[in-house]
């Protein structure tokens, strides 16, 4: 009995010891809490895609977008490998809402693969597209295949999400 | 001086909380968050290498080197954070995290600079003394509570500074920012809606930056200046969301900590 009234007092005296602990580190403790609080947030917003910057914006040719044979299909994304260079015969593509970013309408004035200029000249490189949200594609080693443009196409990862072609700038890094 | 001394507790928090946004930032603790900023942290930031390699300050680590750099770099963050050996935990967390920084091309970023600038600047002054596992003895607390003010003015002046160019000014930096959506969410998209607040919400950026020097200093409003430069980084972590810079100033502005009110004379 006298046991157990002593633990009650010990416990009672550590949590009083612990609040004043608290108390006296509020400042730092409250700084903690607030930075757990914001990360939450920033996870929950990337998570339902509702989020700004961290979300990323999805726009340009997503993998799942429409394009002019098998040809031209963008491939899914390998994960695995840190860049997928294929070929590629140029793309018309456009977004699952219907908008076009400026790289798409720059692909899709042609409606199908790009034949080789007449004059032999070299094929204009495609300006970069969006894959999805967080992948940016962008075209080298331009040249002519059966009379058709090819380049080969690489991914780059956008930590900050894809937009316009581009990855998302992170402002204050 | 004694441990009674008010500028200790506020540095030893001030320790402790850069410390773990260290770790936070060099290891893969947030890793399963997603967020941007932790990308190559696994398993250390700077090993393995995944960006493009060089010595753009003529000191090339081999990758072996590289890898035992990261861990010492994060077992010296640990101890700045524990409070073992802070001074040196802290020198060195600081030395090989440049040093791993400079081993890429443009690996150069502002919210690792500070970090390790801040640690620094922690390391050298009193923040070991007090909530350590093995406390360091004091040496002089006020001054180094002066020289973490004094990083913070100049963190503020070169920001403000900078800033000063037409097309800041104009809002056409912000408004740029926002367009390709680097400056997004909810609050971005009120404050930065039309030209005129674009311009406004930039003139009240550099004026804040530029004010901030004066108002740390300044024996009269020495004392809230730190809750201004704290509403002004929660305001653009709520529209930028950028990486933890914002919160690195805010763990230097807990030292100074509790504000000290401007005496009578």
Redesign the interface.
């Known amino acids: 009995m006298g046991g157990s009234q002593e633990s009650g007092h010990d416990g009672g005296r550590v949590g009083a010891k612990a609040k004043r602990g608290l108390r006296a580190n509020g400042p730092v403790v409250f700084l903690g809490a607030l930075f757990v609080v914001s990360v939450s947030t920033r996870c929950s917003s990337r998570l339902d895609g509702s989020g700004s910057t961290d979300a990323g914006a999805s726009s340009g040719a997503s993998s799942g977008a429409s394009t002019s044979g098998a040809s031209t299909s963008i491939p899914p994304i390998d994960e695995d490998s840190g860049s997928d260079a294929g070929l590629f015969l140029g793309v018309v593509s456009s977004d699952a809402s219907g908008e076009t970013d400026a790289a798409d309408a720059a692909l899709a004035s042609d409606s199908g693969p790009v034949s080789c200029p007449a004059d032999g000249g070299a094929c204009d490189i495609p300006p970069s597209i969006c894959r999805d949200s967080n992948h940016a594609a962008y075209f080298t080693n331009p040249r002519c295949v059966d009379g058709l443009c090819a380049f080969d196409m690489q991914t780059l990862d956008c930590p900050s999400g894809c937009n316009n072609g581009g990855c998302i700038l992170n402002v204050t890094k | 001086v004694t441990r009674d001394a008010p500028e200790l ?2 540095l030893a ?1 001030g320790r ?2 850069l410390g ?1 946004l260290f770790l936070l930032r060099t290891t893969p603790l ?1 890793l399963p ?5 932790t ?1 190559g942290t696994f398993p250390l930031l700077g090993w393995p290498a995944t960006g493009w390699q060089g010595a753009p300050l003529g000191i090339a680590l081999p990758p072996v080197a590289l890898a035992i750099a990261c861990i010492v770099r994060t077992v010296a963050a640990i101890g700045f954070l524990l409070g073992v050996w802070t001074r040196g935990c802290g020198i060195v967390a600081c030395a090989i995290g440049y040093l791993v920084m400079a081993q890429t091309p443009f690996g150069f ?3 690792l600079h500070l970090l390790f600038q801040g640690t620094l600047v922690l390391a050298i002054g009193d923040a070991g003394v007090l909530y350590a596992l093995r406390g360091e003895p004091i040496r002089n607390p006020r001054s180094s509570q002066l020289l973490v003010r004094a990083l913070l003015a100049s963190v503020y002046f070169w920001a403000g500074f900078c800033k000063l160019r037409p097309d800041w000014l104009d809002g056409r930096t912000l408004a740029l ?1 926002h367009t ?7 609050f ?1 998209d009120l404050v930065l809606a039309a030209p005129w607040s674009q311009a406004l919400v930039a003139r009240v950026i550099v004026t804040t930056e530029l004010s901030l020097p004066v108002l740390l200093f300044w024996r009269r409003t020495r004392a809230w200046a730190p809750l201004l430069a704290l509403a002004m980084h929660a305001s ?2 709520l529209a ?4 933890l ?3 690195e100033m ?2 230097l502005l ?1 030292c100074l ?2 504000p000290v009110p401007a005496s009578p004379t």
């Open positions: 507790r506020p928090w402790i909380a773990a947030l968050t997603h967020l941007p900023f990308v970023n502002a919210t920012f390709e959506k680097a400056i997004s969410g909810a971005a653009i972590e930028a969301h950028p990486d810079l914002g919160w805010a763990a807990l900590w509790p």
